[in-house]
């Protein structure tokens, strides 16, 4: 094992990653999707299952057979309303990533350990064998991980975290500027963010997050998509807010404008759409008022 590509990257985080104060960037919501994608959704082989809510927009094709532990298929207007998040939540995390806040890094993610942190690499990001995500205690742990080209999980990869507890507040995020793979019987963590398409080979399993892309998500086979995390590869983990962040067990502040919703994705059986949030109506009669004493001024 090559052990100086293993610490190294543990230590620069220690110095620089650990202290970088970073936004909650999922938005409303898009926190019940599991799945979203602009053109199409393509289920290619047999035993895909969704955990949480799955829509395209303004794309309509999805085809194949999904199963569904929670959460459903959105319709048209409800996979519309979350679409804007979704293109927030993409110009969010590049904005996090800028040359001052990010530590640089290697297209070769093999083998490394990362404490909390943004990092960035200006190619492709490829994961072959293991990837660790160091907590070092944190129960707020925050990872961006910045690929301004592609994603690449290789045959077998595992992405793991230790060190974090249980707390909603723990958040990956995995931002790439063209096209994700996780290829066969890989095991990933964290939400995907892709500008164009997304692919999961047969047996590739995303056991505690969500793939958003900017074109289409195809799943070929054997794949699981959770934004419930129930079943963490046996670490004992559960991070009920799909490693978003959540709220950190608080309030939103000034200081994190843009967080993940808390709402349950709805059962198959419900074909309700949800309430606007207290707090988003509050929003907009400030907004309103605002807009009031405004043209009173003028």
Do not use: H
Request: with cysteine; proline share 6%.
């Amino acid at each position: 094992m090559n052990t100086t590509k293993l610490t190294i990257p543990l230590c620069v985080a220690l110095s620089l990653g650990s202290s970088q104060v970073m936004a909650v960037p999922i938005i409303s919501e898009l926190g019940s999707y599991a799945v979203l994608a602009l053109t199409t959704i393509s289920s290619t082989g047999p035993n895909n299952t969704i955990s949480g809510n799955l829509g395209v927009f303004p794309g309509t094709a999805v085809t194949g057979t999904i199963n569904y532990t929670s959460g459903r298929l959105a319709d048209p207007v409800e996979a519309g309303a979350v679409a804007p998040d979704n293109d927030a939540l993409g110009v969010e995390l590049v904005a996090l990533v800028t040359p001052s806040a990010s530590i640089p890094i290697s297209s070769d993610l093999n083998g490394m350990t990362f404490a909390p942190g943004i990092y960035s690499t200006p190619t492709t990001m490829e994961i072959n064998n293991t990837l660790t995500l160091d907590g070092l205690g944190d129960p707020n742990a925050q990872w961006i991980f910045r690929s301004v080209t592609t994603l690449t999980v290789g045959a077998g990869a595992k992405v793991q975290i230790v060190n974090t507890g249980t707390s909603e507040g723990v958040s990956v995020f995995w931002s790439v500027g063209t096209a994700a793979v996780l290829n066969e019987n890989s095991d990933f963590l964290g939400n995907i963010v892709a500008k164009t398409a997304i692919t999961l080979a047969s047996g590739a399993n995303i056991s505690c997050g969500r793939v958003f892309a900017g074109t289409a998500i195809t799943m070929q086979g054997g794949n699981t998509i959770s934004r419930d995390c129930l079943d963490m590869d046996n670490q004992g983990l559960q991070y009920s807010a799909g490693l978003s962040g959540g709220t950190g067990g608080r309030l939103p502040t000034s200081s994190d404008p843009i967080y993940v919703s808390q709402t349950i994705a709805p059962e198959p059986s419900s074909v309700a759409v949800p309430e606007p949030s207290t707090l988003a109506i509050f929003a907009l009669g400030l907004m309103g008022l605002a807009s009031r004493r405004f043209k009173k001024q003028a």
